[in-house]
């Protein structure tokens, strides 16, 4: 023990004694057959959180990863719950979803809020991607869906319906592991979900769709969607330079793994989130670090219900005493009277307080006090500058945060110099680059030639034949002409930091003549 620790440890060890002495319940007396213990606090659990799930995770024995140690590799699961937006500086949570898949790591993204999630190097081609639709409110017929008995007739927790691999797997290929996860559960309940939009394509992670919605949903209450709703997709990896495949599962409804819809009785709920974790693990449970995101916030404790999933010890009968020995087995009885004698005593005479700070109303008690409250405040000085040592460790911003965008403007022709350097340095502290992202755009699409005052609509676009993937290079040109003349949006550092690769790509095709705004002047032409 390191010297510094000595009186604290110290400290504790004794009021851990004075309290063990002096209370009055402390002999070590037989129970007898009517005592009753007090009943068991109940364990109260909050229905929209997600401490099962991780209570499950830590009962596989799965540690949480830290946000100051992320590193991806294929023993990384990454689960994201609820919102998918990270949260200030922190991690992405979809990026890093990406980062496992593409190592061979695992992913589950189960969110009802609307987000696009891509292929690793596809970013902005739509047909490698995945889109969750929560435009509009859906409603399905009572009879498929969960009634929890309150009187009322749901309409808004439908039943998923599992999806057959037969129609989807090529003839003589084996259905992988991602199959199992909902096949046979027929009563998985759902509250307000939300849905996928049919992609153009299954490829990649999200090869299979694994889950839909009745066909008797609508969306906002006479739209007949055909086919049913797509609730869950997935798909095994390819095990590539001798890593074991990747494992991803995306679903559009994040109340299938909080804790009132597994603790719901009469569903599947808890049977698909002991699923989840076995395939997400791997088939041979090699995967043991997790980062968790709850609404975009990283969680570091799985244990918060280790003892709740622990079975307890079948409670001792009073009238088994242990034996001790056999020097001493027969005279159980009495050594317990004599050390319950020798407690009496000790506390009738006070034995602690008399040998530790003094009898009462003494100097040496009196000195002793005093002395104790020194070592008390010298305790509570240490606790308090740990605690806020520990806030400011914790409070550090990253050193390799991207710069804003440099937009090409120079000092501020009216007022004090470096007005413009201030408000950069703002923008940074407050992870909102949208200004300069987009003064950086405008700027370069009026020098591509764009239309004089335009507007949220993009003109026309003439793109050479050459161009491979045209459409790619369309929906690139759209997002980034959306930043510039759209709506504001937030920009945060992470995200200029994935889109300035592909600004330099656009700003390097439109010089090499492979598109160009199609003026009045050239139409005419």
Known sequence: MRRAARPLAVALFAVAVVGLLS???????????????????????????????????DREGVQPVRANNLWAG????????????????????????????????????????GCTLYQNGNEFN????????????LSTDPADCYQPGDGIRHHDTPFAVPVSPDDHVPNGEKPGRVWAVFRGLTKLATNQPAYFVEPREFRGEYRYPLARLPKSTLLNGFQ??????????????????????????????????????????????????????????????????????ENGRVIESFDGLRGALTKPRPPIPPDKVPNIGPLFGKHQDKLVKFLDEKADELQ????????FVGPKNSTRERRNFADWM???????????????????????????????????AGAASTGPPGVFDRRQKELVRRNNLYEPVRN????????????PNP?????????????????????????MWRIAYGPPMAISAQRWFELEPYFERLRRAHADGKWRFQTAAAAVA
């Open 374 to 408: 020194d070592v008390a405040c010298v305790l509570l000085a240490i606790v308090t500058c740990s605690f806020l040592l520990r806030r400011s460790w914790n409070a550090r911003q990253p050193l390799d945060v991207p710069p804003p965008p440099n937009t090409g």
């Open 224 to 293: 007949q969607l055909n086919p049913a709703p797509l609730l869950a997709i997935g798909g095994d990896g390819e095990p590539a330079w001798g890593r074991a495949p990747s494992a991803f599962l995306a679903v559009a409804d994040s109340s299938v793994y909080i804790n009132q819809m597994v603790m719901e009785p009469g569903t599947d709920n808890l049977e698909l989130t002991l699923r989840t974790i076995e395939y997400l693990q791997g088939p041979d449970k090699k995967r043991k670090r997790c980062l968790f995101f």
């Open 23 to 57: 209370a009055p319940d402390a002999r070590a007396q037989n129970r007898k057959n009517n005592d009753i213990d007090p009943a068991p606090q109940p364990l109260l659990i909050p229905g929209g959180g997600t401490e099962l799930f991780r209570a499950f995770l």
């Open 126 to 137: 739509p047909v490698t991607s995945i889109n969750w639709n929560a435009v509009g409110n």
């Open 440 to 451: 950086l755009m405008r700027e370069f699409f009026d020098g591509a030639g764009a239309p």
């Open 455 to 479: 507007g949220p609509k993009i003109p026309k676009i003439s793109i050479d034949r050459s161009i491979r993937k045209p459409d790619s290079l369309r929906q690139a040109i759209r997002d």
């Open 348 to 355: 009738n005479r006070d034995f602690v307080h008399n040998a």
């Open 74 to 113: 294929d023993d990384l699961i990454v689960v994201v719950i609820g919102n998918p937006a990270g949260q200030g500086w922190g991690p992405n949570p979809l990026q890093w979803a990406r980062n496992a898949v593409g190592v061979g790591g695992a992913a589950l993204i189960a969110t009802d809020q």
